[in-house]
């Protein structure tokens, strides 16, 4: 036992070449955003870039942007946590199906949704109407984690409150939410970080923030300074909310009074509240799902647009296919060394590797796009308006993903496996082959489905970036619907919420769906 221990404390020390070449790649890919905008900053000058900073309309985005992803961020996790703690601390009728029904928005694209309010009346298209759709899209983030820590956390502790004489409420914000908050602080933190890199939703809804100011600035001036300038903004708001999300990540632990208990709190009767808690669940979803879904049935069988641009909608499934399949091959082979360096490895190179990704991952498409823009056409003109710079964004915006998916499967792998197969003459890359890579397979599974649901519906970094002659599915609804187009944008919508739902449900149902 003591030698076996002294080989993989050896084992940790040591660090294969191929390893620290192979992690190198994408940490340099994830690095360009941010070589970008200081590159940029530095050309604009001091006092260009302060009388930019501190314009007028620097600081009006600048309220919007907080003001916009505070709303959802709080909204949203008021709707996950209330959902959550009604699915599984109490007898509601139905809690079963409820659990994997309020997790299902999901399978609406943020702006898939903002499309269906916007074509119901323009009301909807303002800051207030914005925060309103968006938290009835983003609260699932909080709802599964909060719905997993209440199903796993111990009820001792409430127990003991209510043995003190603390009643329902006291034992709930003094025993049960301490334990909530890692996932409810995780949820909200990345909430927080997809609304600051909303882009669709946002131009849809006529709701002007750092996102679509940016997007603006770049087709009005090509790779204009003022972009570049707010991109800056945008990264000091994005960086301190990722890194703690990543922080938050790696706190979460579930505690029980006992070794081994496996006890179930008993439900809380809902009673009298019954009824108003089954209608306040109806009225959610109707609003987060329903509204969306009726909406894109009344457009496919209305309106003076319905069955325009029909002959691009093959077109859009293939190229949305085809660029959703090679940018998850992509994106999984670049985390796999990555998580591989920071699980089994210490220093600075392995917490340089898993941090770098978590800090960028805030920042918008659209940054990002306009990054690998101005870098490709000086420093690689024959890469531009290429697939490969279009792959490389998909990589730089979903690395993060990629990684927590992997990494449950790598720390699953003994760790004495691998001197054993170096012990046996195999070579460190040999053992990777041969050893880890198929003890991970589930793992790369995990993380090519969840790759290819997002780059499906992902917009902003697809609109600046694809070839020209490529449309994809997001792309097209875009196209129809900043026309007002919504009967033709109807079918494209639909095509993405069919292939978004299916793997959403089997996320939600795997995660949640265990009967007590």
């Known amino acids: 036992m003591t030698s076996l221990s002294l080989s993989q404390r050896r084992f940790r020390r040591i660090r294969p070449n191929w390893l620290a070449v192979a992690a190198l790649l994408p940490m340099g890919l994830v690095a360009l955003p941010l070589i970008y905008v200081t590159v940029r900053t530095l050309q604009t000058g001091l006092a260009g870039s302060v009388a930019e900073l501190f314009r007028g309309r620097t600081a009006e985005l600048l309220v919007n942007t907080i003001t916009l992803a505070t709303g959802v961020m709080v909204l949203s996790a008021l709707i996950g946590l209330s959902v959550a703690w009604c699915v599984e601390r109490t007898d509601l009728p139905g809690r079963r199906a409820w659990r994997v029904l309020a997790g299902l928005p999901l399978a609406v694209p943020a702006f898939v949704s ?14 207030a109407g914005a925060i309103f759709i968006l938290a009835l899209s983003s609260y699932p983030l909080v709802y599964l984690p909060v719905a997993a820590a209440l199903r796993s956390t111990d009820p001792g502790c409430e127990d003991v409150a209510r043995s003190l004489g603390h009643g329902p409420w006291r034992s709930f914000t003094h025993a049960l ?5 890692p996932a ?30 940016i997007f603006e600035s770049y087709e009005l001036q090509f790779d204009s300074a003022s972009a570049a300038l707010q991109s800056v903004v945008l990264m000091l708001l994005c960086i301190p909310a990722a890194w703690a999300e990543m922080r938050l990540r790696g706190r979460r632990r579930v505690s ?20 108003p808690v089954l209608g306040a669940f109806g009225a ?59 699980v089994r490895h210490r220093g600075p190179l392995a917490q340089f590797a898993e941090r770098l990704p978590y800090i960028v991952h805030g920042l918008p498409g659209v940054v990002v796009a306009l990054a690998l823009v101005y870098l490709s056409i000086r420093l690689a003109p024959a890469l531009y308006q290429g697939v490969a710079v279009l792959l490389a964004a998909y990589a730089i915006l979903y690395l993060p993903l990629a990684q ?113």
């Open 114 to 127: 903002s499309y269906a309010w916007a074509s119901i009346d323009v009301a909807f298209q303002n800051l």
């Open 177 to 181: 939410l301490p334990q909530l908050l």
């Open 184 to 213: 409810l602080g995780g949820g909200a933190l990345l909430v927080l970080t997809h609304m600051f890199a909303e882009f669709g939703a946002l131009a849809l809804l006529r709701v002007q923030t750092f996102t679509t100011a």
């Open 256 to 275: 029980r009074s006992g070794r081994g208990s496996a006890r179930i709190a008993q439900p809380l009767r809902l009673r009298r509240a019954t009824w």
């Open 284 to 342: 959610l979803g109707f609003l987060s799902l329903g509204v969306p879904l009726i909406t894109l049935a009344w457009w496919l069988a209305h309106g003076s647009s319905a069955g325009t641009g029909m002959a691009q909608l093959w077109p859009a499934v293939r190229g949305t296919l085809s660029l959703a399949t090679s940018g998850a091959l992509l994106t999984s082979a670049l985390a796999i060394p990555l998580v591989l360096l920071s």
């Open 404 to 516: 927590s998916s992997l990494r449950a499967s790598v720390e699953l792998v003994p760790p004495q496996l691998e001197p054993v197969a170096r012990s046996l003459g195999r070579r460190p890359f040999m053992v990777f082959l041969t050893v880890i890579l198929p003890n991970i397979a589930p793992g790369i599974g995990a993380a090519l489905a969840l790759m290819m649901l997002e780059i499906v519906r992902e917009l902003t970094a697809t609109l600046m970036l694809a070839p020209t002659g490529t449309v994809t599915l997001a792309t097209e609804v875009w196209m129809y619907t900043v026309d007002a187009e919504y009967a033709a944008a109807a079918p494209f919508a639909a095509l993405l919420v069919l292939v978004s739902i299916v793997p959403v449900w089997i996320f939600t149902r795997r995660m949640l769906y265990q009967a007590p």
